[in-house]
């Protein structure tokens, strides 16, 4: 099961609502909802004030939605995965190795592996890292649980860390050059 949050816009006596996932930019998906509003109070303005509650007037409204939503594409942004720069080149030789069977690694791939870790994650950054201030001990374990199939939220969950301080540490590794991201389809 996927958790989904609904996201509610209330606008010129209208509201919409729509059903998003964790892939989805809640600031496109307001912006599209907007939209749609602005479209049904153009077309339907007129009606709300005297309308008697009978859906049936708006059935060709549908393909105004589909159209703004994309078909409930419009707000879905790239999963990005944080791989630390030292596990990159043997992420990339095992992606090779799975494109010549003509594979290619998903969303769904992501979730099956969460249990089972590469053996080039067992490398590890020098602990000089950590004795010379670079790091601190929770920056150096957030780095190691990035090795390419585990996404912030996952690595918050294995770190028993709030997702918000995961992902400012991620900020923080990144901005120090120690990781890459993997952007998956």
């Given amino acids: 099961m ?10 010129e006596g209208v509201l919409i609502t729509a059903a998003a996932d964790k892939n989805d930019d809640s600031k496109i998906t307001h912006r599209a909802l907007s939209d749609i509003i602005d479209k049904f109070v153009g077309l339907y303005g007129d009606q709300i004030q005297t309308w008697s509650g009978d859906v049936r007037i708006f059935k060709d409204f549908a393909d105004v939605i589909d ?7 419009v707000a879905e942004i790239q999963l990005k995965i944080p791989i630390l720069k ?20 998903s969303e769904d791939d992501l979730r099956k592996a969460e249990d089972k870790k590469p053996e080039w994650t067992e490398k590890r950054l020098p602990k000089q890292v950590i004795t010379q201030g670079f790091l601190d001990k929770k920056q150096y374990e957030i780095a190691h649980l990035a090795d390419g199939f585990h996404t912030i939220a996952e690595i918050a969950e294995e770190a028993g860390t709030p997702q918000s301080e995961v992902q400012s540490i991620i900020d923080s590794l990144d901005k120090l050059g120690l990781l890459k991201f993997i952007e998956i389809a």
């Fill in 2 to 11: 996927q958790i989904f949050y609904l996201m509610l816009v209330f606008k």
């Fill in 86 to 105: 030292i596990y990159k080149k043997d992420f990339l030789k095992s992606q090779a190795k799975i494109a010549k069977k003509g594979l290619m690694l």
């Fill in 67 to 73: 159209n703004v939503l994309d078909k409930g594409k």
